[in-house]
C-alpha cells in the first residue's frame, strides 16, 4: 500500500506565496507520475499541475507563469510552489501520485492525498 501525506496549505493574502508538499511512502517500486488537483466548493475537481517521470510538466492554463510542480526522486516528494495567489486559487489541494508497488511492478496504480485547504484573501 502506499500513503500520500500534503502539508503546506493555509490562509494567505492576494499576491502571496505558498508552498505544498506531498510526501509518498509504503511499497514503492517506482513513481511513474506526481500531481496535484484541486477543488472549490460547488466545482468539479481539476488538474493544476502534473510531473511525470523523465517528462515535461504541465499545467492548467489558470496557474501557468504562477505555479511551478517539482519533485525531489530521492525522497519521493513533490512540490507546488504557488506565487501571486488570487482569491480564485482558493480550494482543497489534492496530491496525486500513479505508483508501480513493490508486490506488482507491472501495475500501475493512482493514489490520492488527504487533500490540503488553500485560501487566498483579496
Known amino acids: 500500500q502506499v500513503q500520500l501525506v500534503e502539508s503546506g496549505g493555509g490562509l494567505v493574502q492576494a499576491g502571496g506565496s505558498l508552498r505544498l508538499s506531498c510526501a509518498a511512502s509504503g511499497s514503492i517500486f517506482s513513481i511513474n507520475a506526481m500531481g496535484w488537483y484541486r477543488q472549490a466548493p460547488g466545482k468539479q475537481r481539476e488538474l493544476v499541475a502534473r510531473?511525470?517521470?523523465?517528462?515535461?510538466?504541465n499545467y492548467a492554463d489558470s496557474v501557468k507563469g504562477r505555479f511551478t510542480i517539482f519533485r525531489d526522486n530521492a525522497k519521493n516528494t513533490t512540490y507546488l510552489q504557488m506565487n501571486s495567489l488570487k482569491p480564485e486559487d482558493t480550494a482543497v489541494y489534492y496530491c496525486?501520485?500513479?505508483?508501480?508497488?513493490?508486490?506488482?511492478?507491472?501495475?500501475?496504480?493512482?493514489?490520492w492525498g488527504q487533500g490540503t485547504q488553500v485560501t487566498v484573501s483579496s
Open positions: 496525486t501520485a500513479n505508483v508501480r508497488g513493490i508486490a506488482t511492478p507491472w501495475v500501475d496504480n493512482d493514489y
Open positions: 510531473l511525470p517521470s523523465g517528462a515535461r510538466s
